[in-house]
């Protein structure tokens, strides 16, 4: 059901693309060309408690009196026009367990601006869990739409699948509704 679901989703994104770079008739004034740097932070909403251990995002869960927070930010270098390679950093802490675990995030991956406004990312997301003997690691898969409000920013919604790589800490993969904001300069 999972790979079935990732064809249809690829599927999807290919034809999405092809429509927009035919309707594409002006660019984005050079914010995606190669030499470019971007700096981008994160809202995720969705997945459940413990999964969010790995994460890059900004995030503030309160559930039952149990609050879990995370801060962090991504960077990348435009390589080639359209195609950034990044890489994430975030901090968490879960402290609905009693014990307060904190977490260290890291996402290295690439992200490439179809028609230079339709962003689709695939990445490696992993985290160190203080106090765990397995670990969060995730393949991230990522699409959206970049709306550019300048020059030099843009708002990034988008939907992101998180494909579990260590079944011996969750068998469970997360799916979350994205709002990025970005820099490029």
């Known amino acids: 059901m999972k790979k079935l679901f990732i064809v249809a989703i690829t599927a999807l994104g290919f034809t999405f693309a092809a ?3 035919d309707a594409a008739t002006s660019t984005n004034g050079g914010q995606t060309a190669q030499g470019k740097w971007l700096i981008e932070a994160n809202t995720g909403f969705g997945g459940q408690a413990g999964t969010q251990a790995a994460s890059t995002s900004f995030g503030l869960t309160s559930v039952d009196g149990n609050t879990s927070w995370n801060l962090g930010a991504e960077g990348g270098y435009f390589v080639a026009d359209d195609l950034a390679v990044k890489v994430g950093l975030g ?6 367990d009693g014990a307060g675990s904190s977490a260290f995030s890291y996402k290295i991956g690439a992200k ?3 028609a230079s406004m339709i962003p689709v990312q695939v990445d490696y997301t992993g985290a160190s869990i203080k ?3 397995e670990n969060p690691s995730y393949l991230g898969l990522q699409g959206g739409y970049a709306i550019f409000l300048g020059e030099n920013v843009s708002i990034e919604p988008g939907l992101r699948y998180n494909i579990t790589m260590n079944d011996d800490y969750t068998e469970e993969d997360v799916f979350q509704f ?3 904001f970005a820099l490029h300069f």
């Open 112 to 114: 490439y601006y179809i």
């Open 131 to 133: 106090d765990f003997d």
């Open 178 to 180: 994205q709002i990025g």
């Open 19 to 21: 429509q927009a770079q």
């Open 91 to 96: 901090y968490g802490d879960n402290g609905s």
